[in-house]
């Protein structure tokens, strides 16, 4: 199985900072991967697709990058409303893994 | 709009059976693959299994195969995982997911609790 391995666990950030959130693959996953984010309480939203492509509705302040083994989704500008935990999802093989999430809330 | 409902958790003791649903509108149903994504309480996701369009095809993480059966019914929109002999370890909310085409999921139902406790 591919191992997804977020960093860092959990972020504390203020309103306005820009977020970095990592994710690394334990072999090369050519750009298959998927960001997710989960409010408290609520089932996962798509964000970022094929590493760095926004899904249709999300703000222009999410964005992803990376390539081969290392990712990134960056949150440009913090909102209040993302305060959430964010998973990345390998699908280049089966089974489909996800990274064990990071959770970010605000200072 | 696509809505996925889920239906069919609780508290089920060990050893014994379940079978979940999740009733799919808002799209051509039986356009697209479907999958359940688990999570244990305060853990993270966890793909389960995936159907075909036809559902001729299914796909198992190693940890359920044997004992998890994903179905569909196109006639009916509707998802299904039945599970059998069920363990504390299967204890989780279980969300069915809409498959892009892609491997990833851009819809997800609300989820449903599974609880597996004597």
């Known amino acids: 199985d591919i191992r997804m391995t977020q960093s860092p666990a959990s972020l504390s950030a203020s309103l306005g900072e820009t977020v970095n959130i990592e994710c690394l693959a334990s072999?090369?996953?050519?750009?298959?991967l998927a960001w997710y984010q989960q409010k408290p309480g609520k089932s996962p939203q798509l964000l970022i697709y094929?590493?760095?492509s926004l899904q249709n509705g999300v703000p222009s302040r999410f964005s992803g990058s990376g390539s081969g083994t290392q990712y990134s989704l960056k949150i440009n500008s913090l909102q209040s409303e993302d305060v959430a935990t964010y998973f990345c999802?390998?699908?280049?093989?089966?089974?489909?893994?996800f990274g064990g999430g990071t959770k970010l809330e605000l200072k | 709009e696509v809505q996925l409902v889920e239906s069919g958790g609780g508290l089920v003791q060990p050893g014994r059976s379940l079978k979940l649903s999740c009733a799919a509108s808002?799209?051509?149903?039986?356009?697209?693959?479907m999958a359940w994504v688990r999570q244990a309480p305060t853990k993270g996701l966890e793909w389960v299994a995936s159907i075909s369009t036809g559902g001729g095809n299914t796909y198992y993480r190693d940890s359920v195969k044997g004992r998890f059966t994903i179905s569909r019914d196109n006639a009916k929109n509707t998802l299904y995982l039945q599970i059998d002999s069920l363990r504390s370890e299967d204890t989780a909310t279980y969300y069915c997911?809409?498959?892009?085409?892609?491997?990833?999921?851009?819809?997800w139902g609300q989820g449903v609790m599974v609880t597996v406790s004597s």
């Open positions: 997911a809409k498959d892009t085409g892609a491997n990833y999921f851009d819809y």
């Open positions: 999802q390998q699908y280049n093989n089966y089974p489909w893994t």
């Open positions: 808002g799209f051509t149903y039986s356009n697209y693959v």
């Open positions: 072999e090369d996953i050519y750009s298959d």
């Open positions: 094929n590493a760095n």
